[in-house]
């Protein structure tokens, strides 16, 4: 049996199954969180979100940030808490301004166009700019107490490039993508820095308190897999394999959206957990990867539909995972419109005996 811990201890949790699954253990009951869980669907978000006109100064506001983290574990009773902040974080103290707009998206006012820019980038740690995030993860560990994890998390190291290079969301990911075939060398700059940087970042929360670490690589899918395996691959297993010589316990989990093609390489990169999106089906990767643990994967738009249709979705999803250990959760983020009685009722079914 695997041992746990110093800041992941399954004795320190009064629910420790989220730890126990993704170290491998089946624990009597599944755990489930939902991906942006703290979020627009819960009516006590909205009304915290509404003190700040910019989401980045609520971000950077730690008592406020522990305050929604700490929310659905209350209102929704998900096995972990997940840090309220963005992946978009470390765009600031490496030079790029980032705004939120309402209805946009992220919107980057000085996107990498220059290779000189790109060279001239910040790398290594730049944790001495984010300690609001930190101050952060030590509220929000003080307000769980020991009733369950918290997840730290950062953009896995392609996705935070896209918004860099693209200004923004992008449909293509044409100019990221252009530049890593006519100039690879350029990207191979860009993704080497940011890899540093996110690995120096994630070992500090797991210092501060964050007990299960994730990297969200979104947008890796647009990638076919060679280009996935020479360009990006190192790059994340570089970051992965930070967090786990200092933090050997704490378990990575890696999640990318519409990713199936990419599952051989995500296999390879020593995460303990690899999310899935909707498009896979889960028993098919369960067979073909018989030692790893998954997380997912259900549609976040079956969240529409009744508690009882919701019920029958988890329970379908159930049969798939038989008696291996598995992390349930949406295969995407919950979308802003959906009742949180019916988030409740996807926690509820994957809890149910
Ligand atoms: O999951 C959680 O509850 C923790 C909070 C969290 C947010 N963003 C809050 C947020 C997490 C884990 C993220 C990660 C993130 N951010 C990802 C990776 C996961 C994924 O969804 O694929 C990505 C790609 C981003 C970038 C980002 N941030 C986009 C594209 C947007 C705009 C889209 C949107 O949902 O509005 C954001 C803004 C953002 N991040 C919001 C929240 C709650 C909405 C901002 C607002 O309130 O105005």
Redesign the pocket.
């Known amino acids: 049996m695997k041992q746990s811990g110093a800041s992941a201890s399954s004795a320190t949790f009064l629910n420790s199954s989220l730890l126990d699954a993704a170290q491998g253990r089946v624990p009597a009951r599944q755990p489930v969180w939902?991906?942006?869980?703290?979020?627009?669907y819960l009516a006590d978000y909205r009304r915290v979100?509404s003190l700040f006109p910019s989401?980045m100064d609520?971000c950077r506001s730690p008592e406020h940030v522990a305050e929604v983290?700490v929310q659905?574990v209350d209102q929704v009773g998900v096995d972990a808490a997940?840090?309220?902040?963005?992946?978009?974080v470390l765009l600031p103290p490496m030079g790029l301004q980032v705004d939120?707009k309402?209805g946009k998206?992220?919107v980057i006012a000085n996107p990498l166009r220059d290779d000189a820019v790109i060279a001239a980038l910040p790398e290594g740690n730049l944790n001495s700019e984010l300690g609001y995030v930190f101050e952060g993860i030590r509220l929000t560990k003080k307000a769980l107490g020991n009733r369950v994890p918290l997840i730290g998390?950062a953009?896995g190291p392609f996705?935070v490039a896209s918004?860099m290079v693209e200004g923004g969301?992008s449909k293509e990911l044409a100019k990221l993508k252009a530049l890593m075939f006519s100039r690879p060398e350029v990207f191979t700059t860009l993704i080497g820095k940011l890899a540093s940087v996110t690995a120096a970042y994630l070992c500090e929360q797991a210092r501060q308190g964050a007990d299960v670490i994730?990297i969200?690589d979104?947008?890796a899918g647009y990638l076919g897999p060679n280009v996935y395996r020479d360009l990006v691959l190192p790059h994340t297993k570089r970051i992965i394999a930070a967090v786990k010589a200092e933090f050997p316990h704490v378990p990575v989990v890696h999640?990318a959206?519409g990713a199936p093609h990419l599952l051989p390489h995500f296999a390879t990169l020593g995460a303990d957990v690899l999310g899935l999106d909707w498009r896979v089906n889960l028993g098919d990767a369960l067979r073909a990867y018989p030692k790893q643990v998954f997380q997912g994967n259900l549609d976040p738009c079956n969240l529409y539909a009744s508690p009882d249709q919701i019920r029958a979705k988890v329970k379908a999803l159930k049969a798939e995972v038989g008696g291996r250990a598995h992390v349930y959760n949406l295969g995407?983020?919950i979308l802003?419109d959906i009742s949180p009685d019916h988030a409740r009722a996807f926690v509820d079914a994957v809890h149910e005996e």
């Open positions: 939902i991906m942006r869980q703290a979020g627009r979100r989401f609520f983290t659905p997940i840090l309220f902040s963005d992946i978009l939120f309402e998206g992220p998390f953009g996705t918004y969301s994730t969200m979104s947008w999640y959206n995407h983020g802003p």
